[in-house]
């Protein structure tokens, strides 16, 4: 007997592994989270999801392809982050975003949002981040930072492109703070593990809480970047007897002085 192939159709392969995501770790995707991978789908933006790389409190992280082969990552923000309040002041201060309300998915559609307008913004002035693609509701697509299919590591697991050169990612990540700074956005969760070393030095990711300068609590955030980020190179600097002073630094990435040594 020849079967009847059902006219409905049926769900795109991706879809189906979502759902036995969904099976493990309880509601990670909603109903309206796969009708916007649909979404991406149906309008080319990539064609399978094929696994995660990595699935944090906040966020799962995708890598997909494109029907053109490429690969592109994908970021799907939980809306079921029960951590979310925390998001709020970031998006309350910054005047993009301050018509905010005070409600679980409001805060989490605007915090995809966000770091889309974010990485458009920095990437348009040439800081090394990903490539924004586009967003919809709780969804990034972004340029992915990685070869063969696997991520380039972050800073915190590889350590420095050149070891022996750590002052070269350093001067590549103060420029690229320096230079958001100068357009007006502080990314305000600069660290180890936030940046990615790639075959073009260290690039900047995760940046659904950076602000606009504007935000009352910019100051704050771009001393605590400024402090990570010597924090970390401090102790490769040691070895060649390199001493950073943290305000002059600051002066520095602000656009006060021209140089930081
Ligand atoms: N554009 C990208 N290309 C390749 N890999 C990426 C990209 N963006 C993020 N990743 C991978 O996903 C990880 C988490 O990304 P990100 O820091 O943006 O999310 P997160 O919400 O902070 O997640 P977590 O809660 O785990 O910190 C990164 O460490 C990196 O391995
Ligand atoms: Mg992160």
Do not use: C
Not at 1 to 11: H, N
Not at 178 to 198: C, F, Q, W
Request: hydrophobic letters at 35%; charged letters at 30%.
């Amino acid at each position: 007997m020849v079967r009847k192939r059902s006219k409905r159709k049926r769900p795109p392969k991706s879809i189906k592994q979502l759902k036995e995501i969904n099976k493990v770790e309880e509601k990670v995707f909603d109903r309206n989270t796969l009708l916007a991978i649909s979404y991406f789908q149906n309008h080319k933006i990539f064609e399978t999801l094929d696994y995660p790389i990595s699935m944090g409190k906040e966020a799962v992280v995708f890598k997909a392809t494109a029907e053109s082969g490429n690969n592109v990552a994908v970021k799907i923000y939980r809306v079921e982050n029960p951590t979310f309040i925390n998001m709020y002041k970031y998006l309350k201060g910054d005047p993009r975003f301050s018509k905010i309300k005070k409600k679980r998915l409001d805060i989490i559609l605007n915090w995809a949002k966000k770091e889309f307008a974010n990485l458009r913004l920095a990437y348009r002035n040439k800081v090394h981040v990903p490539k924004p693609i586009k967003w919809r509701r709780n969804i990034v697509v972004m340029e992915f930072l990685g070869k063969h299919g696997i991520p380039y590591p972050t800073l915190q697991s590889y350590g420095p492109t050149d070891p022996e050169h750590p002052e070269y990612d350093f001067d590549q990540i103060i420029n690229d703070i320096r230079m958001m700074y100068k357009i007006g956005l502080v990314h305000a969760d600069i660290s180890e593990y936030n940046i990615m070393i790639t075959d073009n030095g260290p690039y900047i990711i995760d940046m659904a809480q950076a602000v606009l300068v504007k935000h009352p609590l910019s100051e704050q955030f771009i001393k605590k970047d400024v402090k990570n980020i010597i924090k970390y190179f401090d102790k490769y600097f040691k070895r060649e007897l390199v001493e950073l002073d943290n305000r002059k630094v600051l002066e520095y990435v602000k656009g006060k002085r021209e140089e930081y040594r």
